[in-house]
């Protein structure tokens, strides 16, 4: 089956990377907006009978890249493809998991349906919550970018600690301790607000170490800002390292994280990260990873290796 990567408009720079990778050109298509603002998207590329990748992180603004995913996916089905697959390194609406609140919505499990009626089978990169494959109607796979993060982080850093700035981020600390073979801690935070969140105490040995927290993803950041500040108090070493899969980078996170005086911030190009002077960010790229699952889905290889 013929293969056809096409990108949407929230990181081509990725979707070209997967296709040098794949040794293609990025198939042809028009994206842009009617006069009255909908998103517009025309497909160029001839796709009958094709083998279709889909590539579009949903990053801010999650609701547009959604619909432009979806209309992609739309005008291909239409267009006589084969099978599409959507490669959405990172799921938005994925926090919006369970109902907080009288009121609220499942955003996760409203996205997963959306993107299931109109694609074959959908790849993410490193979900927030574990719930994700059970959202989805259609074939999941979830993948993981901690053991790039953590080729990107070996043997540079004295005593290292894996630290999980919040609970839910235990498993992921513990998965990326045992790839750089070393101990985990963890910070007790509470989430006050979508933009405040208190950190009181760390569980596990960091005096003395070099904390290295990761999270699935920093938006804010004001979950790193409390981390950091509970593991100075616990005596960490001064110099502390960031990574994540996912560099939202919102709201300010940028000058947020550049008054802490990291000594690193490592996250993957899940996202599009501009370039600041206020924060130097090292940016791991998870296109191999991403070719890798588009040879295997090709063959009918398991992905096993690959998977959170
Ligand atoms: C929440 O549980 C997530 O894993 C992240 O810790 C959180 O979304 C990061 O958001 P922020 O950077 O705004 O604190």
Sequence with gaps: MRL????????PALAEGICTGLGIAAGARELGRFPDGEPRVVVGEPVRGADVYLVQPLGPPADCHLVELLLLADACRRAGAARITAIVPYLAFARQDRRHAE?????????ADLIS????????????????????????EHLTALPALAAALSGRFPDPVVVAPDLGAARRAEALGALL???????????VSPREVQARLVSGEVAGRTP???DDMISTGATIEAAVRVLHEASSRDEVIVTATHGLLVEGAVARLGRLGLARVV??????????????????SIAPLLVEAIRRL???????????
């Design 4 to 11: 056809v990567v096409l990108s949407g408009s929230a990181h």
């Design 298 to 308: 090709r063959a009918g290889a398991a992905l096993t290796d690959l998977r959170a």
């Design 212 to 214: 290295i927290v990761v």
């Design 181 to 191: 073979d070393a101990p985990t801690a963890c910070v007790h935070k509470t989430r």
């Design 267 to 284: 996250v993957s190009d899940s996202l599009p990260v501009a370039r600041s002077a206020q924060l130097d960010v090292e940016l791991v």
């Design 103 to 111: 009121g609220e919505p499942h955003g996760a499990r409203l996205a």
């Design 117 to 140: 009626a109109r694609v074959d089978l959908a790849v993410a990169v490193d979900v927030h919550g574990s719930g994700a494959e059970g959202y989805f109607s259609v074939p999941f």
